[in-house]
């Protein structure tokens, strides 16, 4: 078979490899390539779909979280039936994308990305791409990528808003030249606390999917440099180039290779309290929160209490004990990684 005839086993990709700058060496280099998608909630499923879709040659999924009903409304690999069978949510993205394309390789993955499994996770990837909900992994998924020279692409959503970069690194800006240090646990709004619509994650991820597209198909050429906001509500786009930034910000990552978070200094500490059915996180950026703020962002997803040492939320099964450092106390679970993602979910990291 000559190189440029297209083997039967590429039919499905019919109509991209028609596409000039993709192409069959485009789709070869896609078959042969390996993608880390972290986190397979709103936008990983997306991303993942749109990957596995279009022919990568392996996906790895990695996600911490269980499927709840309130997932259905954005996160559209999942269904009620996947619900009802209480999967992981990493389990469930696996199942329904081996049914979407057989023909790749999918590696699901049910653990919590922190420092000390990252490398791991990340080993082999040609690509990175986040589908996470929370900042201390994101800064850590750029230490990662910066230290192992893996393109990474950024996306985060919220309310009708999203945003997303690409990271090549030694090449454009890293997420720590746009964004300087990690924000303090509770002053992030998160989708639990100011909601999420659906259509702003099919924006933002189908623009990191196309990004991890020309990375996998060899077309870094064609990659962004610049940083995309987009508002869906009020009908706004936004591109604001990274050139200036990357030669301008003395980036304690990419300038000085400095990895606080992949070296576990920046992490945040969870411990089992023995005997209470509770888990104790520190998070790892310090700050003080405004107790009376956390109360009035909280209102709105369980029964809240506060007095001037801590914040009380009652929500689900769990109790959230939250005191103006940010430590927390998760009652209701000995699991660190459900404490943990509580925590993002309503403190917000
Ligand atoms: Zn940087």
């Known amino acids: 078979m000559s ?32 993608a880390l ?100 992994t994101r800064f850590l998924l750029n230490d990662t990528a910066v230290k192992t020279g893996t393109p990474w692409v950024y996306g985060g959503c919220l309310g009708a808003e999203g ?35 659906a259509p702003i994650i099919g924006v933002i991820a189908s623009i990191q999917a196309i990004e991890a597209i020309k990375i996998l198909s060899g077309n870094r050429q064609a990659v962004s440099r610049s940083l995309t906001v987009v508002d869906l509500w009020d009908g706004r786009v936004r591109q604001i180039g990274l050139d200036a930034l990357r030669s301008t910000v003395d980036c304690p990552t990419c300038r000085r290779g400095e990895f606080p978070w992949l070296s576990g200094e920046r992490a945040s500490q969870g411990a089992i309290l023995c005997g209470r059915n509770a888990v104790q996180l520190r998070p790892s950026t310090a700050g003080t929160i405004s107790l009376e703020a956390l109360a009035a962002k909280l209102s709105a997803v369980g029964r809240v209490t506060r007095n001037r040492y801590l914040v009380r939320l009652a929500v689900e099964d769990y109790l959230l004990t939250i005191f103006p450092d940010g430590r927390a106390i998760i009652g209701g679970t000995d699991d660190i990684t459900t404490a943990r993602n509580l925590y993002a979910r309503y403190v917000g990291t």
């Open 37 to 136: 998608v972290c986190g397979s909630g709103a936008l990983g499923s997306v991303i993942a779909s749109t990957l596995a879709r279009s022919g990568v040659g392996h996906l790895r999924i990695v996600d911490r979280d269980f499927l709840e009903l309130n997932n259905l409304q954005r996160q559209v690999l999942f269904d009620e039936d996947d619900v009802a069978a209480g999967l992981p949510k990493a389990i469930a993205a696996a199942a329904k994308l081996r049914k979407i394309n057989s023909q790749i390789e999918i590696e699901p993955v049910v653990a919590d990305v922190d420092h000390t499994n990252v490398l791991e996770l990340a080993a082999g990837a040609d690509v990175i791409v986040d589908g996470t909900d929370n900042f201390e």
């Open 163 to 197: 945003q997303t970069m690409t990271i090549l690194p030694g090449e454009t800006a890293c997420l720590r030249c746009l964004i300087a240090d990690a924000p303090p646990p509770g002053v992030s709004p998160t989708c639990d606390t100011a909601g999420i619509l």
């Open 3 to 34: 190189e440029d005839q297209r083997p039967a086993e590429f039919d499905r990709y019919a109509r991209q490899i028609s596409y000039p700058p993709l192409g069959l060496a485009g789709q070869r280099r896609l078959a042969e390539s390996r």
